[in-house]
């Protein structure tokens, strides 16, 4: 099965633009969690999708936001850009949500700098 | 609420020495726990897990054991090697959430 695919995988924006960040989950898996990783504060959980709907969601502010289609792929979106968004932004599934025997799997992230 | 400590890096070795990473957790439940590796520019990786008390995970040489009277979650290698560089983080699943260590930089040197 392939992996976790997250494009793109190199992002460089301006202050005050948007971006929106692609997920495709591993095949089967209906689970989507995003994740911010930061070299000063580590991985900080961003959302779940489960079925379209989302089912978590960690403490950023509103500019953050995602989707999930019926396909399971995800995509997240940051509006206006802050210099401090600059990040790995990593996106992982897995197979049901909540289950025990059901590990996130990861990709390789897309990082975005903000200039 | 329900978290992860694990030991400060950065960690270095010389090839063929022992590897202890430490990982202790507080949860309410019966968490699942879980070590993951992330590569220079990769995404983390599943190394291992265990899903109950007093179960062992292992993969590619590398173990830990869930023990349940300690709350911990140690990661052991008996040789490390070069390819091992790396950091090593350690996740712990309490229903729908996972939670995350700060993660723990290991150097092998030759």
């Known amino acids: 099965k392939a992996g976790v695919t997250q494009t793109p995988r190199y992002l460089i924006k301006t202050r005050g633009q948007q971006v929106t960040l692609s997920c495709s989950p591993i095949?089967?898996?209906?689970?989507v969690s995003w994740y911010q990783q930061t070299p000063g504060q580590g991985l900080q959980f961003l959302f779940e999708?489960?079925?379209?709907?989302?089912?978590n969601k960690g403490n950023f502010p509103g500019r953050f936001s995602g989707r999930q289609f019926s396909n399971s792929r995800s995509e997240m979106n940051v509006s206006t850009l802050e210099l401090g968004d600059s990040a790995l932004y990593l996106c992982?599934?897995?197979?049901?949500?909540?289950?025990?025997?059901?590990?996130?799997?990861f990709g390789n992230g897309t990082r975005l700098t903000v200039t | 609420g329900d978290s992860v400590t694990q030991m400060e890096g950065p960690v270095t070795l010389s090839e063929e020495a022992f590897l202890t990473i430490n990982c202790t957790y507080t949860?309410?439940?019966?968490?699942?726990l879980f070590w993951y590796v992330q590569y220079p520019g990769e995404g983390l990786q599943l190394l291992l897990k265990?899903?109950?008390?007093?179960d062992k995970g292992s993969n590619k040489g590398f173990e830990a054991t869930y023990r349940k009277e300690t709350t911990s979650f140690h990661l052991e290698k008996g040789s490390v090697q070069v390819s091992d560089s790396a950091v090593y983080f350690c996740?712990?699943?309490?229903?729908?959430?996972?939670?995350f260590g700060t993660g723990t930089s290991l150097t092998v040197i030759p």
């Open positions: 992982a599934s897995s197979e049901k949500q909540g289950a025990r025997n059901s590990p996130l799997h």
């Open positions: 095949s089967g898996h209906r689970s």
């Open positions: 999708y489960f079925s379209e709907t989302q089912r």
């Open positions: 949860a309410t439940g019966y968490p699942s």
């Open positions: 265990a899903t109950k008390a007093d």
């Open positions: 996740a712990l699943q309490s229903g729908n959430q996972f939670y």
